[in-house]
């Protein structure tokens, strides 16, 4: 028998790590208004987790009742949003996943709220890091404290 595929993820900071084991097939993004205030973003990436075998495996989000139906899971050490959990299921916030770019979102939710520039944003100028001549000694300088994108043993590291 073929293994199932594996997927890993956590928090920016670490203190949540969740493991997923089963193929995940339906990831989207929703432009509803209470996902842009939950992620504080344009719109939310969400990765449905039903049917696959999903844990948490360092510490849990605390959670927000965003609606009687719908609660809202994010660190609290961090502030990271992690899940969107309905009675239907729960998604998995896509970037908080080690590897985003293997969940390509396949659908749009709530388009009625999609913000009118969204549409544009793949034709903006655009500049790799590097390339931002005034954050030059800013990239200089910069100590991550993020989590790396692979589970660890011991996290912060002593
Ligand atoms: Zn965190
Ligand atoms: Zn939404």
């Not at 493991?19 to 504080?40: E, N």
């Amino acid at each position: 028998m073929q293994a199932l595929p594996e997927y890993s993820g956590g928090c920016q900071c670490g203190a949540i790590r969740f493991h997923v084991v089963g193929a995940l097939t339906h990831s989207s993004i929703c432009h509803c208004r209470m996902c842009q205030k939950a992620f504080g973003a344009y719109y939310a990436p969400l990765v449905s987790v039903r049917g696959s075998e999903f844990r948490w495996t360092r510490g849990e989000p605390r959670r927000f009742q965003s609606s009687n139906m719908v609660k809202r899971g994010f660190c609290a050490d961090c502030g990271t949003p992690l899940t969107y959990e309905a009675p239907d299921g729960v998604a998995v916030a896509a970037g908080a996943f080690d590897e985003p770019a293997r969940l390509p979102p396949t659908i749009q939710y709530g388009i009625e709220a999609k913000l009118p520039f969204v549409d544009a944003l793949g034709s903006l100028s655009a500049l790799r890091s590097e390339e931002d001549a005034e954050a030059g000694d800013f990239l200089l300088h910069i100590l991550s404290h993020q989590h790396p994108d692979h589970d660890t043993a011991e996290w912060p590291p002593d």
